[in-house]
């Protein structure tokens, strides 16, 4: 279950990431040991697709007193370099050794985590790992994320656009014929008030507002997003950038048509299936 877990949260950052900060906390069941979960800047990831991180950010190296990694721990690692979301523990707050997290009769381990990009650590403060008590055998993890107060000034504008789409041109002229009577009414207005510029300007509000109602689409746009410039590695060329582009026009999840939702669907089925197996397999051989 913990593969599928993964899947879905990759599945769902690539749908928020865009929206704002992410911050993902919780048990993972995974044992990330002290592989590094950022991508290295040694010129090695040149020769690695990197889905996000085109510049490779400085920031403190991760400790952690657990040294085992399982194999849900390189699976989490492989998220972390997929997303570009990295571990707080053992490299932020009260936490810089990465304290065990979880303890049973078999021992202690570091399962629990919180993860978040870099470029958001300074919205996290208060970092820490409370001792165990008596209501679990997990440790509390303990933060405080800053929210930046809504002015006037750093509000989010609604940026609105149309797309042309050649399947809903019929709905667009059914939406004009609606109008039709007005914008004839307008027509016939004219020769007698004489006033082009009112009447052009109440023809092409009729004629946007439909197409808008048709292919028009909004979303909230930064000032950051106008004046931020983009720093790319050198091994950034055209193919990367049209790779790029392509993966970016990929529909995210509540864009997908029923058929593919049943795809992904049955891939999540399978996967678990598949799991089963090997745990029915594994527990056989043991036998």
Avoid at 91 to 110: E, I, Q, V, Y
Avoid at 155 to 162: E, G, T
Avoid at 279 to 284: G, H, I, T
């Amino acid at each position: 279950m913990i593969v599928t877990f993964l899947i879905v949260l990759r599945v769902f950052f690539l749908e928020y990431c865009n929206k704002g900060s992410v911050f993902v906390c919780g048990d993972f069941n995974s044992r990330t040991g002290l592989i590094n979960d950022i991508l290295p800047s040694d010129n090695l990831d040149r020769y690695i697709d990197v889905m996000w991180h085109d510049e490779v950010p400085n920031i403190p190296t991760r400790c952690s007193l657990d040294t085992i990694a399982n194999r849900f721990g390189k699976l989490l690692i492989q998220l972390c370099y997929n997303t570009g979301l990295t571990i707080c523990n053992g490299r932020l707050g009260n936490d810089r050794d990465g304290k065990f997290t979880f303890c049973s009769p078999n021992g202690r381990s570091l399962i629990d985590y919180m993860l978040a990009s870099p470029n958001d650590y300074d919205k996290i403060s208060n970092f820490g790992i409370l001792n165990i008590n008596e209501f679990s055998d997990h440790s509390p993890l303990v933060f405080e994320v800053g929210i930046k107060t809504v002015t006037e000034e750093n509000l989010p504008k609604v940026s609105s656009f149309i797309k042309w789409e050649k399947d809903k041109v019929e709905e667009y002229k059914t939406k004009l014929n609606l109008h039709k009577n007005v914008m004839t009414e307008i027509v016939e207005n004219l020769q007698q008030v004489g006033d082009a510029n009112s009447a052009v300007k109440s023809l092409t509000d009729i004629i946007y507002n439909c197409a808008f109602e048709v292919f028009g689409s909004s979303r909230l746009t930064h000032e950051k997003e106008f004046n931020q410039t983009v720093k790319h590695n050198e091994w950034f060329n055209q193919r990367c950038k049209l790779e790029k582009a392509q993966f970016n026009s990929v529909p995210t999840l509540t864009q997908l048509s029923q058929n593919e939702l049943k795809l992904v669907s049955a891939l999540r089925r399978f996967i678990v299936a598949q799991e089963k197996q090997e745990e029915d397999v594994d527990k056989f051989l043991k036998q």
